[in-house]
Structures are given as structure tokens and as C-alpha cells.
């Protein structure tokens, strides 16, 4: 595959930005087998954007002939809270979410973060000269990657440590790209800017844009964070432990106004059929339109925002090809029922 086919399919739904992108084509031109990674807090049921989307665009990253690496981040799980802050309950669901990329995801690496800190004893050395580059202020700043803000009146100082941690940990795994949601781009700036003073490889960035929660999005700085779909709030979104009929359900009862081309269920259709659809079609009677096919996403948003496509034909569309992508990952990825009550009882 030439390097212009490997950028395109990075650049596939639901990507945002490479920083930089010319850098990102001067590394395929350069290394046949680039190393990657991505990391996620053990934090719940996994949903279509933790699991489908990452894994779909982690999918993306494979094709192109990189070395994929799902990072799971135990101990920033601990240090967030997450969870209850049980290690056992933090291990039990980590064997779940490994489970869940490696059937997603075939060909993925799975490294935990407390089995790479136990197997590389110079990280807590590079951990403290790392931090020596960094202001209380600077970091602070830095912890929205981790869902809290600078201004929170009580926070422990266990927290502090999260940022430098999620960089230094970048370093230790040698990758030559960094991939997270637009949520996790601060982290990334702040690589950029301290890895060249320690004269550590500083990893192109590759960031995807995050899928809003069913209800009505919220503007924010990462369009439409706030109404993303969160493992706190069911209602938000698509579970993969969801049954057919509650898939159903919520996408029925998913905010779609016609005429808005920002809401989820279009979100959904493009960042998660599309990619796996080549043409989709819309069934309905002759008296409203008769049956029409999609092959673009361009096509299916130009005819909603135009009227042309009722937004129940929409949900129907979605929720029934939503089915066919979930159904038999839940079907395969089976839950113990000690795991099911750990996340539950944790909440």
C-alpha cells in the first residue's frame, strides 16, 4: 500500500487533525511498521464510542500497516477515581475490556500500565525529570484530559500526577504515533513541547473527534464534549451489552431534528456504518419516497438537511443496521456475571 492510501485511511470518520500531517506522511514514507498507541481508563460497559469507534479507527491504523497498542491505564483508573477505586474491580473489568479490543480489534497489542511500569524500572526516574519541565499552573491546566477541571475546590494531589504519567507513559511504550479522542489533545501539545528538551522521539499526534450522546448536543471546545456518550449515563448511548430491542429503543428516542446535520444519529451513521457500509438503504413506502440507497454519507446528510428523509426513516436506518454491527460482538464478547455486578455496584 502507497502512503497516500495508508493517509486516507487514517483520515476516514471520525478523524479530526494529525499534528502534523505532513509529518504523519513523512513517517510512512520512512518506516514500514510505525508504532502506535492508545490509552483508555477501565471506567464501565464499554459503548459505541469507547469501543466501536476507537476500535473501528484502531482498524483503520492495522490496515495501514501499523503496530497497534491499546493501552489500558489501571492505575490512572485508581488515580481518577474510577470505578470505585477498587483494584480488583479495576483488574476483573480490565480482562473484559482486552477481550473486548482483541475481538474488535484482531491483531491489536494489549500492554497494562501496571505491568509496563513493573517491566521498565527507569520510569519513575523519567517520570520525576519529566515533571521537572512542568508548572503546578501548566499542569492544572492539563486535567481536563482526565474529565476534571482546574478550578474543582478539592482535589487530591494523587491527581497531579495523571498528566505526566500519561506522557511519560508515551515515551516508555516508544511510539511513533499518539492516537486519542480530541478530548485527550492537551496531553499532546504538552509532549510536543517537553519531549524535544529531554531529546526523547516525539510521536505524531492523531486525534478522532468524539461521538455525542443521544440527547440534544452542547457546544463546548471539542464539539459537543459535554453531550457525549458517557458509561455514567445509559440514556446518553449504545451499550455494546445492549439487547436489539434497547438499541431500538434509545435510537428511537435519540434527539433528530430535521434540518440539524449536527445530531448523533447522523454522527452515528457516519462514523460508525459508513465505515463498515458501503451503501445503505432506506425502506419505506411509495406514498413517502419509496426505497432509496445511500452509498455516501455526503448523500444521506444533503437529503436530511433538506428534508427528503424523514427523521423516523433515519432512526430506522440507523437502529437497524446499528443491530447488525453489535449484535454479534455482544454475542461474542460474553460478560461474566461477577464482572456485570463489579461495574454496576461501582457506579
Known sequence: MDVTSKIELIKKPPYEEAVTEDELRNLFSTNSKPRHYIGLEISGFLHLGSLISTGFKINDFIKAGVECNVFLADWHTLINDKLGGNWDTISKVSNYYERAFKLVCPGVNIIRGSELYDSHKEYWKNFVLFTKHMTLARTMRTLTIMGRSESEEKIDLSKLLYPPMQAVDIHTLDVDIAHAGMDQRKIHMLVREIFPKMKWKMPVAVHHGLLAGLTEPVESEFGGELGKMSKSKPASGIFVNDSDEEIRSKIKKGWCEQGKSNNPILQIAKHILFHEIPELKVERPEKYGGNIIYSSYSQLESDFA??????????????????????????????????????????
Not at 437502529?319 to 461474542?332: F, G
Open 306 to 347: 433538506a428534508a427528503k428523509l424523514h427523521p423516523m426513516d433515519l432512526k430506522n436506518l440507523v437502529s437497524e443496521n446499528l443491530v447488525k454491527i453489535i449484535a454479534p460482538i455482544r454475542d461474542n464478547l460474553k460478560m461474566d456475571e461477577e464482572t456485570r455486578d463489579a461495574i454496576k455496584n461501582s457506579v
